[in-house]
Nanobody, 126 residues
């Protein structure tokens, strides 16, 4: 059974930093594309960053240069380092996983992901 457990959210002032963690069980990071999605109040769940089974990273434009996605394959954990946070970054952050057949494929649509964590709240105060 696949389980994804996020942690690290909280309240931070604009310009501050947070690091989110997602511990995965029941899957191998080397066989799954992993992603962080963000859902602001009243809005859809949007991709923030993703990492292929082979370790290549992808970011949406609004976070490029500020956020870093990484992984620890030994610990089966992915991270999202978030710097220079602003109010637009506020939302519930979800970790997601989908098994893939190649090391390079990377779904960008939330509907493609099969497994989800419970989410962790990030609130940026201005």
């Amino acid at each position: 059974q696949v389980q994804l457990v996020e942690s690290g959210g909280g309240l931070v002032q604009a310009g501050g930093s947070l690091k989110l963690s997602c511990v995965a069980s029941g899957l191998l990071l080397s066989r799954n594309a992993m992603a962080w999605f963000r859902q602001a109040p009243g809005k859809e769940r949007d991709l923030v960053a993703a990492i292929t089974a082979g370790g290549a990273m992808h970011y949406v434009g609004s976070v490029e240069g500020r956020f870093t996605i990484s992984r620890d394959t030994a610990g089966n954990t992915i991270y999202l380092q978030m710097n220079s946070l602003n109010s637009q970054d506020t939302g519930v952050y979800f970790c997601a996983a989908v098994p893939v057949d190649t090391s390079w494929e990377l779904p960008l649509n939330a509907a493609k992901y099969e497994h989800w964590g419970q989410g962790t709240q990030v609130t940026v105060s201005s």
